[in-house]
């Protein structure tokens, strides 16, 4: 059985308020983050696109892992989504940030796989809100997530743990993936305000 308890997002919550970025170790229950993984290595994984426009473009300079938009089949992948609306909704209870939905994708980074300092969101260009990353395995060496300030100082260096997420807001933070030693397998999404983009609605629906 499944459940999920609102109250338990509230230290999360606080330290996002102080910080803007919060990692939260033990996000994901044990059984899920299992069954996550288990789904994760039943999909097509393919190289990453960089940039919304260009889904399909390869881009090997700046990143190297190989990913799998969520597709809702699976009851890990559901129940995953389950968890991340209800995080929607304390997040817009709590700050009233109008997110709107979730999109995620699957990504495995093997050894010497990285992705350059970025930003996920540019301000105007993205709906993009909220960056959560969350890690579906331990990994003793390489593959440190590093956040930095919007001075570019590095303000964490985070090594994955199972169970664990990260989540920051979209267009404030570089950040960058050392390359990998161990295999890493990770869920990055994305909470979205429902935005008009030059004239467009995105999502459409
Ligand atoms: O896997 C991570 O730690 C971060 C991945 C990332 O920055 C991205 O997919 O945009
Ligand atoms: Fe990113």
Redesign the pocket.
């Known amino acids: 059985m499944f459940r999920i308890d609102p109250a338990q997002f509230a230290p999360l919550l606080d330290k996002f308020n102080q910080q803007g970025w919060v990692l939260a170790p033990h996000f994901v229950p044990a059984a899920l983050n299992q069954a996550l993984l288990a789904d994760l290595q039943q999909q097509q994984l393919q190289h990453a696109g960089v940039g919304r426009q260009q889904a399909h473009s390869i881009n090997a300079d700046i990143r190297r892992d190989k990913t799998a938009w969520f597709d809702g089949q699976s009851t890990a992948q559901q129940q995953y989504l389950q968890l991340m609306q209800a995080l929607q909704q304390a997040f817009n209870r709590a700050f009233f940030l109008g997110l709107f939905d979730f999109e995620c994708h699957y ?1 495995r980074y093997s050894q010497g796989d990285f ?1 350059h300092k ?1 930003l ?1 969101a540019f301000r105007g260009r993205s709906n993009r809100v909220l ?1 959560t ?1 969350s890690y579906l395995n331990t990994v003793s060496q390489g593959g440190e ?1 590093q956040l930095f300030s919007e001075e570019g100082q590095l303000i964490s260096s985070i090594v ?1 743990t199972a169970g664990s997420l ?1 989540l920051f807001e979209s267009e404030r933070f570089p ?1 960058q ?1 050392l390359p990998a030693v161990d295999e890493r397998y ?1 869920i ?1 999404g994305w909470f979205r305000r429902n935005n008009s983009l030059q004239g467009h609605i995105d999502p459409p629906n």
Request: hydrophobic letters at 45%; proline letters at 8%; zero cysteines.
């Open positions: 990504a992705y970025h996920d960056t990353v997530l994955p990260i950040h993936v990770s990055a």
